[in-house]
């Protein structure tokens, strides 16, 4: 089965630094893979979504690679804020019995400290 | 209208209860989630439903039965729950159930089970 890894439980960083999460899987590919961001006792809001034969995604501040060879991708966050606080979620948009369904990772828990 | 609603916004009940979570969107997605979501883990795929048919159930113990009974509306029917169903039930939508949609999810349920 699909393994997913958030390479940090958390991460602290100073304000206006940037921030680099990862998202490790095993097995094959996703065709698409997306990320979100969730704060406590709330639930997850959409970010970014990149597609398997997409190097790179950019939204504002936030930067997303995808590397299907070395099965990673990592998100960038520059000129990180406090309000950028929260766990930062790495979900597989998989193929089930013909639908799609997101395989989420553990989440990486991000502060940025003033 | 990117919203999702989903009430009540928390639940306490009893083992023998019978009791039933609401979800609903006006953006008119044609597919939609429940996920439950344990304290400090990822959210978890429990059904599927795309253009009102249930599509997947992940192996989720009978005594969740889900009802989609329009575009717009979820639910979740609750009977003879377990203290450790006790967890954030959240809903969520999505353009289609076929990938690269992203999904909208509502605030959750918080479900305390005594």
């Known amino acids: 089965s699909q393994k997913i890894e958030q390479n940090s439980e958390a991460l602290n960083i100073q304000e206006g630094k940037t921030a680099t999460l990862t998202c490790n899987y095993t097995n094959y590919s996703p065709a698409y893979l997306q990320w979100y961001r969730q704060d406590p006792g709330r639930g997850p809001v959409f970010l970014l979504l990149?597609?398997?034969?997409?190097k790179e995604k950019r939204k504002e501040r936030l930067k997303v690679t995808f590397d299907t060879t070395l099965k990673q991708s990592l998100f960038h966050i520059t000129a990180s804020q406090p309000a950028d606080s929260a766990t930062y979620l790495c979900a597989l948009d998989m193929r089930n019995s013909g639908y799609s369904t997101l395989t989420f990772g553990k989440g990486t828990m991000l502060l940025v400290s003033p | 209208d990117t919203e999702v609603t989903q009430t009540p916004k928390h639940l306490v009940m009893g083992m023998t209860n019978k009791k039933s979570l609401k979800c609903e969107q006006h953006m008119g997605h044609r597919a939609m989630y429940w996920y439950k979501q344990k304290a400090k883990k990822p959210p978890e795929l429990m059904f599927v439903?795309?253009?009102?048919?249930?599509?997947i159930n992940e192996s989720v113990p009978s005594r969740f039965s889900p009802e989609c009974p329009n575009s717009s509306l979820l639910n979740l029917h609750l009977h003879a729950l377990q203290p450790e169903d006790s967890a954030l039930y959240l809903c969520?939508?999505?353009?289609?159930?076929?990938?690269?949609?992203?999904?909208?999810f509502g605030p959750g349920t918080r479900l305390t089970v005594t």
């Open positions: 439903y795309s253009y009102e048919k249930l599509s």
């Open positions: 990149i597609r398997e034969n997409e």
């Open positions: 969520a939508s999505s353009r289609t159930g076929t990938g690269g949609s992203e999904q909208y």
